[in-house]
């Protein structure tokens, strides 16, 4: 879902990625994929359900949940957690009556973070691992990778308070400073001044926690922090360098700017590779509070979708590594052909809050979203030009029934070239009894395409979580997805199939069934 073309997909990967990390007891990852969720996606219905998570999350990791090993004088302290995933997936689909395609997949994976930290008067150290095992219990198709381990990070942090100064050495992930997430490297920061911080990062950049890092991709990033700039401004200035295959790859200079009011809060950020002369990403957010019942928001914003660099060249070739294009392209084409590779789009969107009353509130959200088309090239076909649409409303609860419950209601109206997709849904979180969680929820939709056909889906899930004594979750969940979809026919189908009888409508359905049961123990 994160590399679909599609942007409206792109929201959905990020929170169930996110939540993915939170289940599995990774609280940091998961607030750094909520944060990248409400930096990317403001103009998103499901904007104010992951604050909330974000919000209850953060609160959460402010509690101790570690204990000491030894007694309390002693400078060690160790923490951790130990988890197991199990799910299955059962999934079918039959076009005209014939079964395209049935999967039946189990899998378990295992989880372990482990951490200690030794403060000593001077300095401190903590040293940090998670990783894991992923078990295919079934019989696994070609793209689907078979068992292995996985290491998400692994690193050791000296931090001096004194000086302010910091190194972080291992794996380890960042979305600031023109970094793109995980990587193997180093990373310095040290307080020149009371109110400015110079941080210098380099290392290897890694694709997935399954994989080792890329040799390849070589890179070298300086940046600045500024706190309280001009009055209540903070600013970030940053330089990025990488090489891939002994060629630039990335050359990029950026920006990132916050101002803070009484009343309001805008962020403005803009990242250009100086190689390619291209935006790779300008965004401008706003947001107000007129009073304690309307909230709104503004955003506009610039990017370039994949995000502009040479291994873009690589899309739609027969090769794996800027080493195999080298030996028929030069460095001047393959730049060509990555930029051929790469949309440019412009998104604006706004949304409007009204709070209803204590527990009532409504949410108005519109998006405009244009991506201009590719350019074909090496025998790629160009991706086409479209415009989406993107509206919702959204009534949002709490403490309908019992303290704490969250219940939303929402409809959204999504329109591209494609087609049209009507959805309503229900989401409804609430405590029940001392220790459950409970949270059912189903999404109805109608897509309407004069090209693809009609559809409905039907996705219902629940979703229940048990606590006991605080430091032991148990997690279970099904979830399903049900869809019916009715092509026009067209002769060219039957006469390429003589088994299709010729008749005016072609039907597709898809069954889809969903279990996950996690056990998790903090100590």
């Known amino acids: 879902l994160l590399e679909n073309s599609n942007v409206s997909s792109h929201a959905q990967a990020l929170e169930y990625l996110a939540l993915a990390y939170q289940m599995s007891g990774r ?3 998961a607030a750094e994929r909520y944060g990248t969720w409400l930096q990317r996606f403001a103009d998103n219905a499901d904007r104010q359900r992951i604050q909330q998570r974000l919000d209850t999350l953060l609160a959460s990791e402010q509690e101790p949940r570690g204990r000491t090993i030894s007694n309390s004088k002693s400078p060690w302290h160790f923490f951790g957690s130990l988890s197991q995933d199990i799910w299955y997936q059962s999934v079918n689909s039959e076009f005209a009556d014939t079964e395209l395609d049935a999967i039946d997949r189990t899998a378990l994976v295992t989880y372990a973070d482990m951490g200690a930290e030794y403060q000593a008067d001077l300095y401190s150290v903590r040293s940090f691992v998670s990783a894991g095992y992923q078990n295919m219990l079934s019989t696994p198709r070609d793209d689907v990778r078979d068992d292995e381990p996985f290491v998400r ?3 050791i942090e000296i931090s001096q308070p004194d000086n302010g100064m910091q190194l972080k050495i291992g794996r380890q992930s960042l979305y600031n400073d ?8 180093a990373r310095g920061s040290w307080s020149a001044l009371d109110a400015v911080r110079v941080n210098v990062t380099a290392g290897l950049s890694v694709d997935n926690p399954h994989y080792a890092s890329d040799t390849q991709r070589q890179f070298v990033g300086l940046s600045t922090d500024i706190d309280d700039i001009i009055g209540t401004v903070d600013a970030n200035f940053y330089t990025h360098l990488q090489q891939t295959g002994g060629i630039w790859d990335r050359q990029a200079i ?3 700017w916050r101002w803070r009011g009484e009343w309001w809060h805008s962020i403005a950020l ?13 965004l401008f957010n706003l947001s107000a509070r007129f009073s304690k019942r309307w909230h709104a928001y503004a955003r506009f914003q610039l990017y370039a979708m994949p995000f502009i660099s040479t291994t ?26 990555a930029r051929n590779r790469t949309s440019d789009v412009q998104h604006m969107s706004a ?3 009204r709070t209803l009353s204590p527990r009532w509130s409504v949410q108005l959200v519109t998006a405009f979203t244009d991506i201009d088309s590719s350019v074909s090239s090496a025998n790629v076909v160009a991706l086409p030009a479209t415009t989406q649409i993107d509206t919702s409303i959204s009534l949002m609860g709490s403490s309908i029934v019992r303290a704490s419950d969250a219940l939303i209601l929402s409809y959204r109206l999504f329109s591209d070239y494609r087609a049209d997709t009507h959805t309503a849904k229900i989401d409804w979180r609430f405590p029940f009894a ?8 189903v999404a109805v939709s109608n897509r309407s395409s004069s090209l693809q056909g009609d559809q409905v889906i039907i996705e219902p899930g629940l979703r229940i979580t048990y606590l006991w004594n605080r430091r032991y979750q148990l997690n279970f969940e099904v979830s399903g997805r049900w869809s019916d979809r009715t092509l026009p026919f067209t002769e060219p189908l039957s006469l390429r199939d003589p088994s299709f009888e010729a008749s005016g409508e072609l039907t597709e359905t898809n069954q889809e069934i969903f279990f996950y049961l996690q056990w998790r123990a903090d100590f």
Do not use: W
């Not at 023109?178 to 490297?185: A, Q, S």
């Not at 001392?434 to 059912?440: D, M, S």
């Open 434 to 441: 001392e220790k459950f969680r409970l949270n059912p929820r």
């Open 27 to 29: 609280p940091k990852l």
């Open 312 to 337: 873009n060249a690589l899309i739609g070739q027969p090769v794996a590594t800027i080493d195999q294009l080298l030996q028929t392209y030069s460095d001047a084409q393959l730049r060509t052909l």
């Open 254 to 256: 950026g920006t990132r």
């Open 178 to 185: 023109g970094i793109m997430g995980l990587f193997d490297g």
């Open 270 to 282: 803009l990242d250009y590779d100086v190689s390619y002369n291209v935006i790779n990403n300008a």
């Open 351 to 353: 949304g409007l809050t």
């Open 153 to 155: 990070r692994a690193y």
